[in-house]
């Protein structure tokens, strides 16, 4: 199921024990364009403190207005300090997985480093199949890598030939947090219309600039199918887009996840 990154801001984070507080912010990383932790206000739970949930700690998605963990609140208040207005970078992110126990994603052949999926069943500490003089060069590098969608929403697209638009939202599949679509308003050019762009199509990221160039011309964008909001994208609105574009199909290469929970493997 894909859902905006609109509805899940605000979304109530469940301990096993209690309610933590509330989503403020996704952070993606930029090359695989995967949410890979959110940002939660604990409100008057921890005043003035703020945490990342990972994906890996999600036992069920039980509604739009709540997500419930596999977590304690004292694993959650013990965890590691994140200063959210500075980029985290690996060093945080590999305190942050040896503190839960959590595998590296950025270490492995899929989306989850040796998982396709968040979900699946985690089988060693992290550390048990890395590397260490990789991780210690992981930990001095200063190369961020994970972006706010915050701050990314309101980014420019370009086109091949002119500008598309601006970043409204985006669409993020529940299963994978990968983020499938950046749903783009072209109301400069195409008044009142929304169309959706993947990230698989971007050539590059201004980011100094604020602006998304994608390998695609403003006459395929306007010939494709229109995006609308208020109703669930299905997925032949999908195919019908993909194939307008000629385009891979995503969910023909990817691993599926009832294949990968009855394997327990991808």
Known sequence: ????????????????????????????DDQTWTIRYLVVDTGTWLPGRQ??????AFQVVAGASRLRTSLTKDQIKDSPSVDTDRPVDRQREIAFSQYYGYPYYWVGPYRWGDLAYPTLPIAAAPTSAVDEEMLARERESTDPHLRSVRDVTGYYIQATDGDLGHVED???????WAIRYCIVDTRNWLPGRKVLVSPEWIQRVSWEDSKVYVDLSKRHIEAAPEFD??????REH???????????KYWEREPRAREGKANGKT
Do not use: N
């Open 51 to 56: 945490v990342l949930i990972s994906p890996f």
């Open 1 to 28: 199921m894909l859902r905006t990154a609109g509805e899940l801001k605000g979304v109530t984070i469940e301990a096993m024990d209690g309610d933590i507080g509330s989503v403020q912010d996704l952070y993606f």
């Open 238 to 248: 999908e195919e019908r887009l993909y194939t307008h574009l000629g385009r891979v």
């Open 170 to 176: 985006f669409l993020v599949d529940d299963e994978t």
């Open 229 to 234: 909001p208020s109703v669930p994208l299905i």
